[in-house]
């Protein structure tokens, strides 16, 4: 199963995504590739972004903001916009599934507002791939 995040920036949302789902199929035993990308990248990971997932022991290595060129969005078996900017620019993939997730941006909210950000999405892609 391939799954793509997409946001605007690739900076927090998505990028938070992108490593919980590695960590999770990993430790799920699923055979998940997972990519995120933005419609418009910042060019860097939020320090913050990087913070709370160190916290919890997920792997931040690897990761850098890209935009949607960069990523095989057009071989998702599943699309997942985490902003409203990026559910208006995601493109149409045949045979993909897409699925709205309308995660606040954490930026300039403090940690508190990472740490929900991390935890909703962990939540989530949890029940996704149990259920795959």
């Not at 590739?33 to 919890?56: C, N």
């Not at 954490?106 to 740490?115: D, M």
């Amino acid at each position: 199963m391939k799954i793509v995040f997409l946001c605007t920036g690739n900076s927090i949302r998505s990028q938070i995504a992108e490593a919980i789902t590695k960590h999770l199929s990993k430790e799920l035993g699923k055979d998940v590739e997972v990519f995120s990308a933005g419609s418009d990248p910042a060019g860097y990971i939020h320090a913050l972004a990087k913070k709370v997932l160190e916290e919890v022991g997920i792997d931040t290595s690897g990761l850098y903001s890209k935009g949607i060129e960069e990523v095989p969005v057009h071989e998702a078996d599943l699309i997942i916009t985490l902003c409203d900017s990026a559910k208006k620019s995601c493109p149409k993939v045949p045979g993909a599934k897409v699925v709205h997730w309308s995660i606040p941006d954490p930026a300039g909210r403090g940690l508190f507002a990472f740490r929900w950000v991390r935890d909703e999405l962990y939540r989530r892609i949890k029940l996704i791939l149990k259920d795959f």
